[in-house]
């Protein structure tokens, strides 16, 4: 079975850092897409960030030039570094994987997502 388990998530100051961490457990080969989304009150659940298994990342706008997304497919686990950031950043954190290959060879092409995890940003 496959679990996504995020952590890093806290209460920052505003123009603060925050790391966030998801790691990938089960009997996993390989996750094509590891990516993070959030989901602020009221609003909808939106992509901050993608990271594909060939290198190839994608950044919302909102994050772009203060985000960066990175992964370490040898501990199936992917990151989120964040800087400058802003009361509007509060949110819950969800990390994504996408299109997995399990043994002995099977691709799954659904998304399995974590519970996620509380970043709040104070002004």
């Known amino acids: 079975q496959v679990q996504l388990v995020e952590s890093g998530g806290g209460l920052v100051q505003a123009g603060g850092s925050l790391r966030l961490s998801c790691e990938a457990s089960g009997n996993i080969i390989q996750i094509n897409v590891m990516s993070w989304y959030r989901q602020a009150p009221g609003k909808e659940r939106e992509l901050v960030a993608a990271h594909t298994r060939v290198g190839t990342t994608n950044y919302s706008e909102s994050g772009k030039g203060r985000f960066t997304i990175s992964r370490d497919d040898s501990k199936k686990t992917v990151y989120l570094d964040m800087t400058s950031l802003k009361p509007d950043d509060t949110a819950v954190y969800y990390c994504?994987?996408?299109?997995?290959?399990?043994?002995?060879?099977?691709?799954?092409?659904?998304?399995?997502w974590g519970r996620g995890t509380q970043v709040t940003i104070s002004s």
């Open positions: 994504v994987a996408t299109g997995l290959t399990v043994p002995p060879g099977e691709f799954m092409p659904g998304q399995y």
